[in-house]
């Protein structure tokens, strides 16, 4: 994997606790985006970690590299790290699909758990945000007026919330302790109170987490 981050305390200590886990190699570390797509051609990771905000605009860099790492080396897993707490970045990470995308936040960083939890999930292929962001940003939701999460009961919220940190139903039934059948039950209630249609082509789930997050993003 490879290490994207400009402040020289955080791209150490990442690397450092990387260097720790079993079965983790970093293959390179940068330290802005123009160094990172130059190195990351030839590099092929099986995962990138990277600071949201870089130079040389220290805006976005590291959604951008998400965003062009999706079309030309699809494979690679990305965890974008950040301080913010805000919708519209996670909608941007995910508007090319949520397989092999995480956002986390870096206050995170330091939970070994979280951050390796994330990037072998998405070196799965599978999503991951952050669960403060999500519990949140819910929160959030929930008491605002016109909020389509306003229809779930407290039960389908909390299963949103597992969904949108990109949980299988197995996972959610551990976490809730029932059965695989009632946590369908709960997701194909929040479908319907969230007007998703059955399209089989589409993944209803990550389209159910947009929901509330566009919402979200609407409201800052």
């Known amino acids: 994997m490879v290490v994207a981050e400009d ?8 690397e450092a606790l990387l260097r720790t886990e079993r079965g983790v190699e970093v293959a390179a570390v940068y330290a802005n985006f123009e160094e990172l797509m130059a190195g990351i051609a030839g590099a092929a990771p099986h995962v990138l970690v990277t600071d949201i905000r870089m130079p040389p605009t220290s805006t976005d860099e590291g959604i951008r590299a998400a965003e062009t790492l999706r079309r030309t080396q699809p494979d690679v897993g990305v965890v974008v790290l950040s301080h913010y707490l805000q919708p519209d970045y996670i909608l941007q990470l995910v508007a090319g699909g949520s397989s092999r995308r995480g956002y986390l936040l870096k ?3 330091a939970d070994s758990d979280e951050l390796i ?4 999930t998405v070196a ?22 016109g909020s389509p999460l306003q229809r779930l009961t ?11 940190t990109g949980k299988s139903n197995a ?11 009632a946590v369908e039950k709960h997701i194909n209630a929040i ?8 399209d089989r082509d589409t993944n209803r789930r990550v389209k159910a987490v947009l929901v509330f ?5 609407e409201r800052r």
């Open 107 to 109: 206050d995170r960083v």
């Open 171 to 181: 996972a959610i039934a551990a976490a809730f302790g029932v059965s695989e059948r």
């Open 124 to 145: 799965a292929g599978g999503s991951y945000i952050d669960p403060l962001v999500v519990d949140t940003l819910v929160s959030a939701e929930v008491r605002s007026s």
């Open 7 to 14: 402040n020289l305390l955080v791209r150490t200590g990442v």
């Open 154 to 164: 407290r039960r389908e919220r909390d299963t949103l919330a597992e969904v949108a």
């Open 213 to 217: 997050l566009a919402h979200a993003s």
């Open 191 to 198: 479908f319907g109170k969230l007007d998703l249609p059955g």
């Open 117 to 120: 939890s994330a990037i072998r």
